[in-house]
T-cell receptor, first 117, second 112 residues
Framework: AQTVTQSQPEMSVQEAETVTLSCTYD???????LFWYKQPPSRQMILVIR??????QNATENRFSVNFQKAAKSFSLKISDSQLGDTAMYFC??????????????FGKGTKLSVIP | DAGVTQSPTHLIKTRGQQVTLRCSPK?????VSWYQQALGQGPQFIFQ???????QRGNFPDRFSGHQFPNYSSELNVNALLLGDSALYLC???????????FGQGTRLTVV
């Protein structure tokens, strides 16, 4: 069984500033992935960034980067140069291998990020 | 390249009725997963289909069933609707053996 915890229900950041969203997870799997998804008011879940658990190097995608601490089971998302379009719900998810080539995503409850002009 | 498409976008049903939601996966994907997202919550895994069979199932009652067609599209059926079934239903597609999932825009189901 996997659990994902996001301890910050809401956060705000000034435009052009940097913000970090926190996530901790628990899993008994050795083969798993971690993701951050963004869900704007349009409802569609958009993949922001992914991290393979077997890779030590932190993933980076343009203004988005993660701090992956495997031993601490921590997976935070840093957004640099925040833009108004970054306003959305952000979900941390763990993708655990559940057998027969199948992965299943477990999501946290989300962090509502507001970027203030 | 079409992404994941779901239909309908909104639906209102009466308690006790049955509903069918539809999903077409992203081109090249062969696996479809369904998630239920209650208001203010993260998505919860319902089940996953691959090769027209249910491969994994979350903690949902048998009132929730599904189907996958030879073209990889999928349906989610919910029988005997309860008020608590009101939620956003998300479909996600992926390639078998990979964890990365792409989501549709969801179907907002309201049970009255």
């Amino acid at each position: 069984a996997q659990t994902v915890t996001q301890s910050q229900p809401e956060m705000s950041v000034q435009e052009a500033e940097t913000v970090t969203l926190s996530c901790t997870y628990d899993t008994s799997e050795n083969n798993y992935y971690l993701f951050w998804y963004k869900q704007p008011p349009s409802r569609q879940m958009i993949l922001v960034i992914r991290q393979e658990a077997y890779k030590q190097q932190n993933a980076t995608e343009n203004r988005f980067s993660v701090n992956f601490q495997k031993a601490a089971k921590s997976f935070s998302l840093k957004i640099s140069d925040s833009q108004l379009g970054d306003t959305a719900m952000y979900f941390c998810a763990s993708g655990g291998y559940s057998g027969a080539g199948s992965y299943q995503l477990t999501f946290g409850k989300g962090t509502k990020l507001s970027v203030i002009p | 390249d079409a992404g994941v498409t779901q239909s309908p976008t909104h639906l209102i049903k009466t308690r006790g009725q049955q509903v069918t939601l539809r999903c077409s996966p992203k081109s090249g994907h062969d696996t479809v997963s369904w998630y239920q997202q209650a208001l203010g919550q993260g998505p919860q895994f319902i089940f996953q289909y691959y090769e027209e069979e249910e491969r994994q199932r979350g903690n949902f009652p048998d009132r929730f069933s599904g189907h996958q067609f030879p073209n990889y599209s999928s349906e989610l059926n919910v029988n005997a609707l309860l008020l608590g079934d009101s939620a956003l239903y998300l479909c996600a597609s992926s390639l078998a053996g990979t964890a990365e999932a792409f989501f549709g825009q969801g179907t907002r189901l309201t049970v009255v």
